[in-house]
Every structure is written in structure tokens, then in C-alpha cells.
């Protein structure tokens, strides 16, 4: 597999912005106290709906694709976190029932696609499926993630679509990624009123204020 940027330019940096809370219900994983991430990862609603229905389009093989948004950092909170805003399903990709490789020409489609459909953006991660595999990160999917999508920032989103359970892998604060231990995100309400989350692995924190009602 060649390696090429998938940028030509330095990323954008960071937008200080407050972290958006009072629009956001989190949800956790069962190993969320054992992983130290960079960021915090909010994943706004409309975002999350393009990528469960993309997880279950194609339950024979794995599919995959890159998720989309803005790097921020809460000054008050000293704490860097990314907005997922949209995805950006993989064309060209190499897959089967157990595997998925971007190749070349995967990469020059998502860099040509970042210029004409988001410019502004920033690519935080990729996400793709394990049909009945379960949540983690194979030797070939770290392998991936190492050496295109390095960037302290950058996370990787797992999806079993049979089992209806995903999970967040991200850097770690002393530069390492657990293949193993995932974490789960803040759903930022941006379509409705009500959490549409199902992935049945994670567990709402529910909280007094929380803005989004859930329905679980």
C-alpha cells in the first residue's frame, strides 16, 4: 500500500470554541475509565445517521468511509475536542467479509471530495464496519490508522451492525491507540429533540439538564 497526504497543506488549526454540552447527551462505553483520550468527540445527529445507515447497507462485506468536521479546543476547560459533522463514504476501496483497505486511489477520492464538498473541513477519522465481528481494531486497521491518520486528533469508529454495537478508538495522552478499549462520544443534537443513537453497547448518561430526551 503506497502512502500519500491526505493533505497538501498544514490542517487547519484548532477553532476555540466552549465545548457544546447543553446540546449533547453522552454516551459511554464499558471501558470508558480505562482509556486516556486526546479529545472528546461529539458526533452531531445528522452525522451519525448517514453512518448507521451506511454501516447497514452492505452487511456481506465491510464498508467503510471518513468522518468530517472541526478540531476546537475549550479554553476553560483546557480540552481539545472534535465536532463529526458529515461523512464521506470510501469509494475504491479493497474489501471482503473481514477486511477493508483504503487504497491510492480511496485517498485521492477523499482529498479531491474534501476540496469540492467541504471545504473548511477537516477529515477527523474514518469509521468502518465488522459484520459480526465485534468493536475493535485488527493489526490491519491500527496499521492504517498509524500511518494515515496520525494526527493526535484523528479517531477511528468501529461499527458490528449485526450486533448493533460501535465504539470510538482515539490517540491516547501518551501517544499510544488501544485496539482494544474504545470509548463512546456526545450526541449533539442537531435533528431532533429526541436521541436517535441505537447502538446498544453504549449507556446514556442521563443527567437532569441533559437537552436530549432519551428514548432507551
Not at 459511554?28 to 445507515?53: D, G, H, L
Request: net charge negative.
Amino acid at each position: 500500500m503506497s502512502r500519500i497526504k491526505l493533505f497538501d497543506t498544514l490542517p487547519t488549526p484548532s477553532i476555540e470554541q466552549p465545548m457544546p454540552l447543553d446540546q449533547a447527551l453522552q454516551w459511554v462505553s464499558p471501558y470508558e475509565t480505562q482509556v486516556k483520550p486526546n479529545v472528546r468527540i461529539f458526533f452531531a445527529q445528522a452525522a451519525y445517521r448517514k453512518c448507521f445507515e451506511h454501516a447497514r447497507s452492505d452487511l456481506a462485506h465491510e464498508v467503510g468511509g471518513a468522518l468530517i468536521g472541526e478540531v476546537r479546543y475549550d479554553a476553560g476547560r483546557a480540552q481539545t475536542y472534535i465536532v463529526i459533522q458529515d461523512i464521506l463514504p470510501a469509494s475504491f476501496t479493497d474489501a471482503g467479509e473481514t477486511h477493508l483497505t483504503f487504497t491510492q486511489d480511496t485517498l485521492v477520492h477523499f482529498s479531491n471530495q474534501m476540496d469540492e464538498l467541504f471545504p473548511g473541513k477537516r477529515m477527523v477519522g474514518w469509521y468502518h464496519t465488522h459484520p459480526r465481528l465485534g468493536v475493535f481494531l485488527s493489526g490491519h486497521d491500527t496499521f492504517l490508522h498509524r500511518h494515515f491518520f496520525p494526527d493526535p486528533t484523528q479517531v477511528a469508529l468501529v461499527i458490528d451492525p449485526y450486533a448493533c454495537h460501535a465504539g470510538f478508538f482515539c490517540w491516547q495522552t501518551n501517544a499510544t491507540l488501544d485496539p482494544k478499549h474504545y470509548i463512546g462520544f456526545y450526541e449533539l443534537s442537531d435533528a431532533d429533540d429526541h436521541s436517535i443513537v441505537e447502538w446498544e453497547n453504549l449507556t446514556p448518561v442521563i443527567l437532569d439538564d441533559d437537552p436530549i430526551e432519551s428514548e432507551g
